[in-house]
């Protein structure tokens, strides 16, 4: 399995400091060189994931930043971003890896579902939240993930009561976990082993999300 190699962070923690394109410019094939290496380590967890999953594609996210909406004018990211897809419209749900100096994590789950799928995650929970909640106290789990995380409307969402004993599960607006790693276990020998113990830890979170997005409330495919 690959490493990730040390300089990812020495480069980002210069970036940082230096964000402009008269210092990036001159650093462009530095750049490229980890840019290969993090697309190689990206291909190795993808085809593992691919033991018991099906990942259509790793897209590593462009390095230039798109500030024409933004106060913030600096030019490039300082992190490397990979998401990892999951083959659709059967399987619902996805991987990502965020790699930074002193900030590290990866996600999984639901991070802007379209409004017809919110809705018919919250019409499940509505009708039936244990499910849910079994998954979500599962020791595995926990162990690996956490808690189930993600933004939330003040009260109800429209059309749901705010009074429904499952409200804490309907109001979410995303559906998230979230795992931080420090930089020393980024440069572990044994990261990658981590990731894929992690990413296969939440499939019965994902077999859910995608048996209820791909029904209809009685239970019938919608595919």
Known sequence: ???????????????????????????????????????????ELKNALNQTDEIERAKLFRIYRDVRFSNDKTPFKTHFGISFHRKKPQLRGGYYLHIAPGDSFIATGFWDPNKDDLLRIRKELEMDAQELRNLMANPKLKSYWGELQGDEVKSAPKGFSKEHADIDLIKKKQ?????????????????????????????????????????????????
């Open 1 to 43: 399995m690959s490493k990730i190699n040390p300089d990812v962070f020495a480069f980002y923690t210069e970036l940082t400091q230096n964000n402009t394109r008269e210092w990036f410019d001159p650093q462009k094939p530095r750049f490229k060189s980890l840019e290969t290496e993090i697309k190689q380590f990206a291909e």
């Open 175 to 223: 559906y998230l976990f979230i795992k931080k790693f420090t930089d020393s276990e980024v440069l572990a020998a044994d990261f990658q082993k981590h990731l894929i113990e992690h990413f296969n830890a939440i499939r019965p979170f994902f077999d859910y999300m995608s048996s209820v997005l791909t029904t209809n409330l009685n239970g019938e495919s919608l595919l």
